[in-house]
């Protein structure tokens, strides 16, 4: 959520650079609601002061020769008429606030100067690429014929057992994906240094809130029926993020960084045609998420150090990628600045991304209420939070797949997964197990 005191301050200033995110600012709107609560403010002072005044006046009446009882009759009347307006002020005053809250939660985060301009995917701006893609001497096959043949990648009972975009993953297959999330997990925490979590999978409205899902982006999420209203995570961004909701921490702690594997759900409102074959859009996929909390100093740098852990997996993993930078319209909702890192995918002969790393600035925090205290000042101030995917574990099984098969159509196991795999070096067609 935007300062609301620097919507009020530089309307203007801010309404432009919106524009880079092709967000329009209703200026004519807020500044309306904005003189609107501004006049209700002042008449429940200006009611407020008359309420004191009145109350003095029960004396001065009785110096007058009013009988006592009279006098505290004509004041009681004259409070209660006030009392009354104030009711009324009160009443408008929330309404207008109400609106004006409601506002504020649909502004998008202001982007950093040096995000680039452009609308779309194609206006991203290419930082440097690692790794060169390989040279394959015969037809490279894409993960779903290579899941078949080796009979580990199931999408006909994932429909049986709940629907289009989930799948089933058996055998060796299954093993390689959890041996994915295990070398993950132990980069970040052993080389990195970040604090493993474990999180619920579920979370209440006001974690969705404070990470700038909710409310705009409810259609995005699954719900769950019952007397309590919760929501399936759709990343751990949240249930991590939402761990220092509400708190003040002290600024020797920062910064704080978790890391959690997790399942994530997502409805893909708006994706119905994109990537329907495979792995790459699910309503159910698996991800280890990285957090930063962060003194707001030190958001941009954590950017660059955060994004060089999740390129670190793929280094390890020797899987080309490149790191792009987001334009302004490509970005996300809470964002200031965005890299995604593109892993080389063969059978697509492209790019295609597998993490997002994001500066947040103090976007969430002043939603969450997240603030550190600032030891020159003694009084609290927001933090800055990150988050960023390292990576997202069904798009790199998928990237393992189809960069390490075979001509016989298996599957070599990368150097780095090994410890995971029991012994298993190659994963074999069926056929000549």
């Known amino acids: 959520m935007l300062d609301i005191k620097l919507l009020r301050t530089d309307t203007a200033e801010v309404a432009e650079k919106l524009r880079k995110k092709f967000f329009v600012l209703d200026v004519e709107r807020f500044q309306n609601l904005e003189s609107k609560r501004k006049a209700l403010q002042i008449e429940s002072e200006t009611l407020t002061a008359e309420k004191k005044k009145a109350s003095k006046q029960v004396g001065a009446l009785i110096a007058e020769g009013v009988a006592v009882e009279d006098a505290k009759k004509q004041v009681a009347v004259t409070l209660q008429q006030i009392s009354e307006k104030q009711d009324g002020s009160a009443e408008a005053l ?48 894409d993960h779903v014929d290579l899941g078949a043949a080796i009979a580990g990648l199931d999408f006909e009972t994932a429909v049986k057992i709940t629907g289009s975009r989930f799948a089933v993953m058996t055998g060796e297959l299954a093993r390689l994906h959890r041996a994915l999330a295990q070398f993950m997990l132990e980069t970040h925490i052993v080389e990195h240094g970040y604090t493993e979590a474990n999180v619920p999978f579920m979370v209440n409205a006001d974690s969705l809130f404070g990470t700038g ?74 991800k280890v998420e990285m957090v930063h909390i962060v003194h707001p100093d030190k958001s941009f740098e954590a950017l660059e150090t955060m994004c060089g852990h999740a390129e670190k997996i793929l280094q390890l993993l020797d899987l080309p990628f490149k790191k792009v930078t987001l334009c302004g319209g490509d970005m996300t909702f809470g964002a200031c600045k965005t890299y995604d890192l593109e892993v080389w995918l063969p059978a697509q002969n492209t790019y295609r991304e597998i993490s997002s790393v994001s500066n947040m600035g103090d976007f969430q925090a002043r939603r969450m209420q997240a603030r550190f205290r600032n030891p020159e000042t003694g009084k609290p101030q927001l933090v800055h939070t990150l988050n960023g995917s390292g990576l997202a574990v069904g798009r790199t099984l998928v990237a393992v797949m189809e960069n390490y098969q075979q001509a016989d159509g298996s599957i070599a196991i990368p150097t780095v997964l090994k410890p995971w795999m029991a012994g298993v070096d190659v994963i074999r067609p069926a056929t000549n197990k």
């Open 94 to 141: 929330k309404v207008v606030q109400d609106e004006l809250d409601a506002m504020l939660a649909e502004i998008p985060n202001i982007p950093d100067a040096s995000v680039p301009e452009g609308k779309e995917e194609d206006d991203n701006v290419e930082v440097y690429r690692w790794g060169t893609p390989k040279t394959f001497d015969f037809e490279p096959k």
């Open 213 to 286: 899902t909710l409310p705009k982006f409810e259609e995005d999420l699954f719900k769950l029926r019952g007397e309590q209203e919760y929501y399936l995570i759709p990343t751990a961004e949240v249930p991590l993020s939402n761990m220092v909701r509400d708190t003040i921490v002290e600024n020797h702690e920062l910064p704080l960084q978790y890391v959690a594997h997790t399942p994530c759900f997502r409805s893909e409102a708006g994706s119905y045609g994109r990537d329907t074959r495979g792995m790459i859009r699910q309503h159910q996929f698996e």
